[in-house]
Protein backbone atom coordinates (compact mmCIF):
# COMPACT_ATOMS: atom_id res chain seq x y z
CA UNK A 1 0.00 0.00 0.00
CA UNK A 2 1.88 3.09 -0.62
CA UNK A 3 2.22 5.91 2.28
CA UNK A 4 -0.89 8.38 0.64
CA UNK A 5 -2.92 5.67 1.43
CA UNK A 6 -1.30 4.40 4.16
CA UNK A 7 -2.21 7.91 5.71
CA UNK A 8 -5.56 8.11 4.13
CA UNK A 9 -7.09 4.55 5.44
CA UNK A 10 -5.77 3.73 8.64
CA UNK A 11 -3.34 5.00 12.01
CA UNK A 12 -0.11 3.94 12.35
CA UNK A 13 1.69 1.96 14.86
CA UNK A 14 2.45 4.32 17.59
CA UNK A 15 -1.12 5.42 17.14
CA UNK A 16 -2.93 2.55 17.39
CA UNK A 17 -1.20 1.09 20.47
CA UNK A 18 -2.27 4.62 21.81
CA UNK A 19 -6.42 3.35 20.52
CA UNK A 20 -6.24 -0.01 22.12
CA UNK A 21 -7.97 0.62 25.25
CA UNK A 22 -6.83 -1.05 28.37
CA UNK A 23 -9.41 -3.39 29.78
CA UNK A 24 -9.78 -5.43 32.64
CA UNK A 25 -10.25 -8.64 33.76
CA UNK A 26 -14.05 -7.93 34.20
CA UNK A 27 -14.35 -5.28 30.99
CA UNK A 28 -16.44 -6.42 28.12
CA UNK A 29 -15.22 -6.37 24.82
CA UNK A 30 -16.66 -3.83 22.78
CA UNK A 31 -17.34 -5.54 18.98
CA UNK A 32 -18.14 -3.64 16.13
CA UNK A 33 -19.92 -6.30 13.34
CA UNK A 34 -18.85 -5.15 9.60
CA UNK A 35 -20.90 -6.84 6.74
CA UNK A 36 -24.83 -7.32 7.84
CA UNK A 37 -25.94 -9.68 5.37
CA UNK A 38 -27.19 -13.64 6.53
CA UNK A 39 -23.56 -14.12 8.10
CA UNK A 40 -23.56 -10.99 9.83
CA UNK A 41 -26.93 -11.27 11.05
CA UNK A 42 -25.60 -14.52 12.51
CA UNK A 43 -22.85 -12.56 14.14
CA UNK A 44 -25.03 -10.56 15.77
CA UNK A 45 -27.30 -13.18 16.83
CA UNK A 46 -24.21 -15.80 18.34
CA UNK A 47 -22.08 -12.65 19.83
CA UNK A 48 -25.71 -11.66 21.59
CA UNK A 49 -25.30 -15.52 23.42
CA UNK A 50 -21.73 -13.78 24.89
CA UNK A 51 -22.97 -10.72 26.98
CA UNK A 52 -20.97 -11.68 29.78
CA UNK A 53 -17.58 -11.44 27.35
CA UNK A 54 -19.35 -8.44 24.99
CA UNK A 55 -21.33 -6.07 23.46
CA UNK A 56 -22.45 -5.35 20.23
CA UNK A 57 -21.21 -1.66 20.61
CA UNK A 58 -21.96 -0.78 16.51
CA UNK A 59 -23.00 -2.42 13.33
CA UNK A 60 -21.26 -1.25 9.76
CA UNK A 61 -22.78 -1.75 5.77
CA UNK A 62 -23.00 -0.09 2.64
CA UNK A 63 -26.69 -0.53 2.79
CA UNK A 64 -29.09 1.57 4.76
CA UNK A 65 -31.74 -0.84 5.37
CA UNK A 66 -29.55 -3.44 6.24
CA UNK A 67 -27.92 -1.26 9.24
CA UNK A 68 -31.38 -0.32 10.20
CA UNK A 69 -32.38 -3.90 10.47
CA UNK A 70 -29.00 -4.41 12.44
CA UNK A 71 -29.70 -2.46 15.03
CA UNK A 72 -33.12 -3.63 15.34
CA UNK A 73 -31.83 -7.01 15.79
CA UNK A 74 -29.65 -6.00 18.27
CA UNK A 75 -32.21 -4.12 20.53
CA UNK A 76 -34.41 -7.24 20.40
CA UNK A 77 -31.71 -9.23 21.67
CA UNK A 78 -31.60 -7.27 24.72
CA UNK A 79 -28.62 -4.84 23.67
CA UNK A 80 -28.31 -1.10 23.51
CA UNK A 81 -28.48 0.34 20.39
CA UNK A 82 -25.66 0.37 18.45
CA UNK A 83 -23.63 2.87 16.72
CA UNK A 84 -24.34 2.82 12.91
CA UNK A 85 -20.88 3.40 11.10
CA UNK A 86 -22.00 3.61 7.38
CA UNK A 87 -17.88 3.65 6.38
CA UNK A 88 -15.35 0.90 7.55
CA UNK A 89 -13.16 3.77 8.15
CA UNK A 90 -15.36 5.62 10.88
CA UNK A 91 -15.01 2.11 13.12
CA UNK A 92 -11.13 1.71 12.99
CA UNK A 93 -11.08 5.81 13.60
CA UNK A 94 -13.25 5.15 16.87
CA UNK A 95 -11.50 4.33 20.21
CA UNK A 96 -14.21 2.82 22.34
CA UNK A 97 -14.30 -0.24 19.62
CA UNK A 98 -11.83 -3.19 20.95
CA UNK A 99 -12.68 -5.53 18.11
CA UNK A 100 -14.31 -6.15 14.92
CA UNK A 101 -16.24 -9.08 12.93
CA UNK A 102 -15.91 -9.23 9.31
CA UNK A 103 -18.96 -10.62 7.88
CA UNK A 104 -18.37 -8.39 4.33
CA UNK A 105 -18.02 -10.40 0.84
CA UNK A 106 -14.76 -12.07 0.07
CA UNK A 107 -12.60 -9.73 -1.97
CA UNK A 108 -13.07 -7.23 1.40
CA UNK A 109 -11.51 -9.65 3.93
CA UNK A 110 -7.98 -8.35 3.63
CA UNK A 111 -8.54 -4.84 3.63
CA UNK A 112 -10.92 -5.15 6.74
CA UNK A 113 -8.64 -7.26 8.57
CA UNK A 114 -5.39 -5.25 7.43
CA UNK A 115 -6.92 -2.02 7.74
CA UNK A 116 -8.17 -2.73 11.52
CA UNK A 117 -4.88 -4.74 12.64
CA UNK A 118 -3.48 -1.13 11.99
CA UNK A 119 -5.87 0.88 13.56
CA UNK A 120 -5.27 -1.69 16.75
CA UNK A 121 -8.62 -3.43 16.76
CA UNK A 122 -8.45 -7.17 17.04
CA UNK A 123 -10.42 -9.34 13.99
CA UNK A 124 -12.88 -12.07 14.07
CA UNK A 125 -12.04 -12.10 10.06
CA UNK A 126 -15.35 -14.80 7.86
CA UNK A 127 -13.91 -17.43 6.24
CA UNK A 128 -12.10 -17.76 3.63
CA UNK A 129 -9.34 -15.24 5.51
CA UNK A 130 -8.53 -14.29 1.89
CA UNK A 131 -9.51 -13.73 -1.48
CA UNK A 132 -6.27 -14.65 -2.87
CA UNK A 133 -3.37 -16.21 -1.94
CA UNK A 134 -0.92 -12.12 -1.91
CA UNK A 135 -3.63 -11.44 0.68
CA UNK A 136 -3.33 -13.99 2.76
CA UNK A 137 0.75 -13.54 3.46
CA UNK A 138 0.53 -9.64 4.46
CA UNK A 139 -2.95 -10.65 6.51
CA UNK A 140 -0.33 -12.30 8.65
CA UNK A 141 2.56 -9.80 8.60
CA UNK A 142 0.09 -7.40 9.61
CA UNK A 143 -1.38 -9.33 12.74
CA UNK A 144 2.17 -10.08 13.68
CA UNK A 145 3.67 -6.90 13.38
CA UNK A 146 1.44 -5.11 15.50
CA UNK A 147 0.05 -7.92 17.49
CA UNK A 148 -3.20 -8.40 16.79
CA UNK A 149 -5.76 -11.52 17.70
CA UNK A 150 -6.73 -12.56 13.87
CA UNK A 151 -9.47 -15.33 13.88
CA UNK A 152 -10.82 -16.83 11.18
CA UNK A 153 -14.59 -17.95 11.27
CA UNK A 154 -13.53 -21.92 10.65
CA UNK A 155 -15.75 -22.46 13.98
CA UNK A 156 -15.10 -26.56 13.33
CA UNK A 157 -11.82 -26.21 14.87
CA UNK A 158 -14.18 -25.03 18.46
CA UNK A 159 -16.42 -28.06 18.43
CA UNK A 160 -15.61 -30.35 20.73
CA UNK A 161 -16.50 -33.96 18.65
CA UNK A 162 -14.36 -32.57 15.90
CA UNK A 163 -11.52 -31.69 17.96
CA UNK A 164 -11.86 -35.58 19.37
CA UNK A 165 -12.01 -36.46 15.79
CA UNK A 166 -9.09 -34.83 14.62
CA UNK A 167 -6.88 -36.01 17.76
CA UNK A 168 -7.90 -39.69 17.37
CA UNK A 169 -6.21 -39.66 13.88
CA UNK A 170 -3.66 -37.76 15.20
CA UNK A 171 -3.16 -40.52 17.56
CA UNK A 172 -3.12 -43.40 14.76
CA UNK A 173 -6.81 -44.65 14.72
CA UNK A 174 -6.75 -45.71 11.36
CA UNK A 175 -2.93 -45.75 10.73
CA UNK A 176 -0.71 -43.92 8.38
CA UNK A 177 -3.37 -41.26 6.37
CA UNK A 178 -2.62 -41.54 2.85
CA UNK A 179 -5.70 -39.55 1.63
CA UNK A 180 -8.18 -37.13 3.41
CA UNK A 181 -11.62 -36.43 0.91
CA UNK A 182 -13.39 -33.24 1.34
CA UNK A 183 -16.70 -33.11 -0.27
CA UNK A 184 -19.23 -30.33 -0.69
CA UNK A 185 -22.55 -31.33 -2.76
CA UNK A 186 -24.64 -28.50 -1.80
CA UNK A 187 -27.39 -28.02 -3.79
CA UNK A 188 -27.42 -24.80 -5.62
CA UNK A 189 -30.52 -23.79 -7.95
CA UNK A 190 -29.32 -21.61 -10.90
CA UNK A 191 -28.87 -17.94 -10.17
CA UNK A 192 -30.56 -17.14 -13.59
CA UNK A 193 -30.07 -13.56 -15.26
CA UNK A 194 -30.13 -9.63 -14.09
CA UNK A 195 -30.06 -6.67 -15.95
CA UNK A 196 -27.18 -4.21 -15.46
CA UNK A 197 -28.39 -0.74 -13.62
CA UNK A 198 -26.85 2.58 -13.93
CA UNK A 199 -27.62 3.34 -10.45
CA UNK A 200 -27.79 1.13 -7.68
CA UNK A 201 -30.60 0.82 -5.19
CA UNK A 202 -31.36 3.93 -2.55
CA UNK A 203 -29.23 3.55 0.34
CA UNK A 204 -26.54 1.16 -1.42
CA UNK A 205 -22.76 2.59 -1.56
CA UNK A 206 -21.91 0.43 -4.65
CA UNK A 207 -18.62 2.15 -4.69
CA UNK A 208 -17.74 0.98 -1.51
CA UNK A 209 -18.78 -2.56 -1.96
CA UNK A 210 -16.98 -2.85 -4.90
CA UNK A 211 -14.17 -1.56 -3.41
CA UNK A 212 -10.41 -3.45 -4.52
CA UNK A 213 -12.79 -5.11 -7.23
CA UNK A 214 -12.75 -3.62 -10.64
CA UNK A 215 -15.48 -0.70 -11.11
CA UNK A 216 -18.99 -2.19 -12.73
CA UNK A 217 -23.05 -1.32 -13.11
CA UNK A 218 -24.84 -3.02 -10.10
CA UNK A 219 -26.92 -6.20 -10.66
CA UNK A 220 -28.89 -7.22 -7.98
CA UNK A 221 -27.07 -10.73 -8.88
CA UNK A 222 -23.97 -9.67 -7.96
CA UNK A 223 -24.95 -7.76 -4.93
CA UNK A 224 -27.27 -9.92 -2.29
CA UNK A 225 -24.89 -13.17 -1.71
CA UNK A 226 -25.17 -14.09 -5.29
CA UNK A 227 -21.35 -12.03 -5.18
CA UNK A 228 -19.86 -15.80 -4.00
CA UNK A 229 -20.34 -16.93 -7.74
CA UNK A 230 -18.80 -14.38 -9.64
CA UNK A 231 -14.33 -14.15 -9.74
CA UNK A 232 -14.18 -10.61 -8.97
CA UNK A 233 -15.74 -11.04 -5.34
CA UNK A 234 -15.97 -14.58 -4.88
CA UNK A 235 -14.41 -18.15 -4.54
CA UNK A 236 -16.76 -20.03 -6.27
CA UNK A 237 -18.04 -23.27 -3.66
CA UNK A 238 -14.39 -24.63 -2.94
CA UNK A 239 -13.98 -21.03 -1.27
CA UNK A 240 -17.45 -20.87 0.21
CA UNK A 241 -19.03 -23.84 2.21
CA UNK A 242 -15.86 -26.12 0.77
CA UNK A 243 -13.05 -23.78 2.47
CA UNK A 244 -14.90 -25.36 6.09
CA UNK A 245 -13.63 -29.33 4.97
CA UNK A 246 -10.82 -28.03 3.61
CA UNK A 247 -9.75 -26.68 6.73
CA UNK A 248 -10.79 -30.18 8.43
CA UNK A 249 -8.67 -31.99 5.50
CA UNK A 250 -5.68 -29.82 6.56
CA UNK A 251 -6.08 -30.38 10.52
CA UNK A 252 -6.76 -34.11 10.21
CA UNK A 253 -3.82 -34.72 8.07
CA UNK A 254 -1.40 -31.60 9.44
CA UNK A 255 -0.94 -31.12 5.78
CA UNK A 256 0.30 -27.57 4.25
CA UNK A 257 1.14 -26.36 0.88
CA UNK A 258 1.15 -29.00 -1.39
CA UNK A 259 3.89 -29.92 -4.18
CA UNK A 260 1.02 -30.05 -7.48
CA UNK A 261 -2.36 -29.13 -7.73
CA UNK A 262 -4.57 -30.17 -10.76
CA UNK A 263 -8.37 -28.95 -10.87
CA UNK A 264 -10.94 -29.79 -13.49
CA UNK A 265 -14.59 -29.13 -13.73
CA UNK A 266 -16.86 -26.45 -14.94
CA UNK A 267 -20.02 -24.81 -14.96
CA UNK A 268 -22.39 -27.50 -15.85
CA UNK A 269 -26.44 -27.64 -16.94
CA UNK A 270 -27.31 -23.77 -16.10
CA UNK A 271 -27.23 -21.24 -18.74
CA UNK A 272 -27.07 -18.24 -16.31
CA UNK A 273 -24.91 -15.38 -15.05
CA UNK A 274 -22.22 -17.45 -12.70
CA UNK A 275 -18.80 -17.21 -13.75
CA UNK A 276 -17.68 -20.40 -11.03
CA UNK A 277 -17.59 -23.85 -11.52
CA UNK A 278 -20.32 -25.48 -10.26
CA UNK A 279 -18.70 -28.89 -10.23
CA UNK A 280 -15.03 -29.05 -9.91
CA UNK A 281 -12.46 -31.74 -8.54
CA UNK A 282 -9.39 -31.17 -7.29
CA UNK A 283 -6.29 -33.36 -6.20
CA UNK A 284 -3.22 -31.83 -4.09
CA UNK A 285 -0.32 -34.07 -4.54
CA UNK A 286 2.44 -34.28 -1.46
CA UNK A 287 5.06 -35.53 -2.82
CA UNK A 288 5.29 -38.17 0.40
CA UNK A 289 2.67 -40.82 -0.72
CA UNK A 290 -0.16 -38.59 1.15
CA UNK A 291 -2.82 -36.44 -0.91
CA UNK A 292 -6.26 -34.38 -0.40
CA UNK A 293 -9.31 -34.34 -2.78
CA UNK A 294 -11.77 -32.31 -2.67
CA UNK A 295 -14.54 -32.31 -4.89
CA UNK A 296 -17.78 -29.84 -5.16
CA UNK A 297 -20.94 -29.93 -6.73
CA UNK A 298 -23.95 -27.74 -6.78
CA UNK A 299 -26.05 -30.25 -9.21
CA UNK A 300 -28.03 -32.99 -8.25
CA UNK A 301 -26.15 -35.58 -6.11
CA UNK A 302 -26.25 -38.92 -4.37
CA UNK A 303 -24.21 -39.20 -0.83
CA UNK A 304 -20.88 -39.87 -0.89
CA UNK A 305 -19.63 -43.16 0.83
CA UNK A 306 -19.45 -43.23 4.00
CA UNK A 307 -20.89 -40.09 4.78
CA UNK A 308 -24.69 -41.69 4.05
CA UNK A 309 -26.98 -39.05 4.36
CA UNK A 310 -29.96 -38.62 2.66
CA UNK A 311 -31.39 -35.27 1.06
CA UNK A 312 -29.70 -33.06 -1.22
CA UNK A 313 -26.64 -32.76 0.13
CA UNK A 314 -23.60 -34.15 1.50
CA UNK A 315 -21.29 -32.02 3.35
CA UNK A 316 -17.78 -33.66 4.88
CA UNK A 317 -14.52 -35.38 4.68
CA UNK A 318 -13.34 -38.57 4.71
CA UNK A 319 -9.95 -39.91 6.09
CA UNK A 320 -8.43 -43.16 4.67
CA UNK A 321 -5.47 -44.74 6.36
CA UNK A 322 -3.47 -47.99 6.30
CA UNK A 323 -5.87 -49.47 9.40
CA UNK A 324 -9.28 -47.74 7.79
CA UNK A 325 -11.59 -44.89 7.25
CA UNK A 326 -12.56 -41.98 9.34
CA UNK A 327 -15.80 -39.99 8.16
CA UNK A 328 -16.54 -36.25 9.96
CA UNK A 329 -19.90 -33.97 9.37
CA UNK A 330 -22.19 -32.41 10.88
CA UNK A 331 -23.63 -34.82 12.63
CA UNK A 332 -21.00 -36.57 14.15
CA UNK A 333 -18.19 -38.97 13.14
CA UNK A 334 -17.63 -42.84 12.35
CA UNK A 335 -14.30 -44.93 12.29
CA UNK A 336 -14.51 -48.29 10.14
CA UNK A 337 -11.61 -51.01 10.69
CA UNK A 338 -10.28 -53.91 9.09
CA UNK A 339 -10.38 -55.17 5.73
CA UNK A 340 -14.34 -55.39 6.27
CA UNK A 341 -14.19 -52.02 7.40
CA UNK A 342 -16.77 -52.84 10.83
CA UNK A 343 -17.86 -49.79 12.22
CA UNK A 344 -15.49 -49.64 15.52
CA UNK A 345 -16.97 -45.71 17.14
CA UNK A 346 -19.56 -43.94 16.22
CA UNK A 347 -18.72 -40.31 17.63
CA UNK A 348 -22.09 -37.97 18.20
CA UNK A 349 -22.14 -34.95 18.28
CA UNK A 350 -23.11 -33.31 21.30
CA UNK A 351 -26.12 -31.67 19.52
CA UNK A 352 -23.89 -28.38 18.80
CA UNK A 353 -23.69 -29.44 14.77
CA UNK A 354 -22.61 -26.21 13.44
CA UNK A 355 -22.43 -23.78 16.47
CA UNK A 356 -20.07 -20.26 15.81
CA UNK A 357 -20.83 -19.08 19.66
CA UNK A 358 -17.69 -20.89 21.13
CA UNK A 359 -14.90 -19.96 18.23
CA UNK A 360 -15.98 -16.19 19.05
CA UNK A 361 -16.12 -17.09 22.57
CA UNK A 362 -12.52 -18.58 22.16
CA UNK A 363 -12.02 -14.95 19.80
CA UNK A 364 -12.87 -12.98 22.83
CA UNK A 365 -10.71 -14.90 25.43
CA UNK A 366 -8.06 -14.48 23.36
CA UNK A 367 -8.80 -10.85 23.04
CA UNK A 368 -8.18 -10.49 26.79
CA UNK A 369 -5.26 -12.83 27.06
CA UNK A 370 -2.98 -11.52 24.36
CA UNK A 371 -2.25 -14.65 23.11
CA UNK A 372 -2.47 -15.63 19.63
CA UNK A 373 -1.59 -19.01 20.04
CA UNK A 374 -4.48 -19.62 22.47
CA UNK A 375 -6.55 -18.82 18.94
CA UNK A 376 -8.54 -21.98 17.68
CA UNK A 377 -7.99 -21.09 13.93
CA UNK A 378 -5.39 -18.14 14.04
CA UNK A 379 -5.20 -16.11 10.86
CA UNK A 380 -1.93 -18.02 9.61
CA UNK A 381 -4.29 -21.66 10.16
CA UNK A 382 -7.07 -19.58 7.75
CA UNK A 383 -4.83 -18.35 5.50
CA UNK A 384 -3.35 -22.00 4.37
CA UNK A 385 -6.75 -23.69 4.32
CA UNK A 386 -7.81 -20.79 1.70
CA UNK A 387 -4.53 -20.70 0.64
CA UNK A 388 -5.48 -24.44 -1.40
CA UNK A 389 -8.86 -23.40 -2.55
CA UNK A 390 -6.98 -20.55 -4.61
CA UNK A 391 -4.64 -22.99 -5.52
CA UNK A 392 -7.38 -25.36 -7.03
CA UNK A 393 -9.04 -22.39 -8.62
CA UNK A 394 -6.15 -21.20 -10.14
CA UNK A 395 -5.39 -24.51 -11.93
CA UNK A 396 -9.32 -24.46 -13.09
CA UNK A 397 -8.71 -21.33 -14.20
CA UNK A 398 -5.81 -21.82 -16.09
CA UNK A 399 -6.42 -25.20 -17.51
CA UNK A 400 -3.45 -26.52 -16.07
CA UNK A 401 -2.12 -29.22 -13.79
CA UNK A 402 0.79 -26.54 -11.38
CA UNK A 403 3.84 -27.18 -9.63
CA UNK A 404 4.00 -24.80 -6.61
CA UNK A 405 6.79 -23.67 -4.46
CA UNK A 406 5.78 -22.49 -1.00
CA UNK A 407 8.62 -21.07 0.05
CA UNK A 408 8.42 -18.88 -3.00
CA UNK A 409 4.57 -18.45 -2.84
CA UNK A 410 4.71 -18.94 -6.76
CA UNK A 411 4.18 -21.33 -9.24
CA UNK A 412 7.00 -23.26 -11.16
CA UNK A 413 7.18 -22.14 -14.68
CA UNK A 414 3.75 -20.70 -15.16
CA UNK A 415 3.92 -16.83 -15.25
CA UNK A 416 0.09 -16.95 -16.78
CA UNK A 417 -0.92 -18.96 -13.22
CA UNK A 418 1.16 -16.31 -10.97
CA UNK A 419 -0.97 -13.62 -11.78
CA UNK A 420 -4.21 -14.99 -10.29
CA UNK A 421 -2.22 -15.06 -6.78
CA UNK A 422 -3.23 -11.19 -6.77
CA UNK A 423 -5.05 -9.16 -8.34
CA UNK A 424 -4.95 -5.95 -10.02
CA UNK A 425 -6.58 -3.32 -7.49
CA UNK A 426 -8.83 -0.71 -7.57
CA UNK A 427 -7.17 2.55 -6.22
CA UNK A 428 -7.57 3.83 -3.11
CA UNK A 429 -8.88 -0.06 -2.02
CA UNK A 430 -4.92 -1.51 -2.53
CA UNK A 431 -3.59 -4.60 -0.64
Known amino acids: MSPSSSRRFFLGAAT ?34 LGDLCNISGVCDVNQAAREKAQAQVQKL ?31 HALATIWACQAGKDVYVEKPACYNIYEGQRMIDTARKYGRMVQVGSQSRSLPYKIRAMQMLR ?128 LPSGPEWPLKKAGANTIGDVFYGSEGVLAVDHQGFQIYKGEELTLSEDGKTDGKTWDTAPHMANFLKAVKSRNYKEL ?56
Open 16 to 49: AAAAQRVMGANDKVNVVVIGIGGRGRDHIANYAT
Open 78 to 108: GGAKPTEYDNMKKVFADKSVDAVSVATPNHW
Open 171 to 298: DGAIGKIYLAKGVCFKRRKSIGHAPELDKPPAGVDWDQFLGPAPLRKFTELRFAYNWHWFWDTGNGDIGNQGVHEMDIARWGTGLGWPKSVVSTGGKLVYQDDQETPNTQLTTFDYGNGQQIQFEVRG
Open 376 to 431: HAEIEIGVLSAGLCHLANISYRTGKKLDFDATKQRFINAPDADKLLTRDYRKPYVV
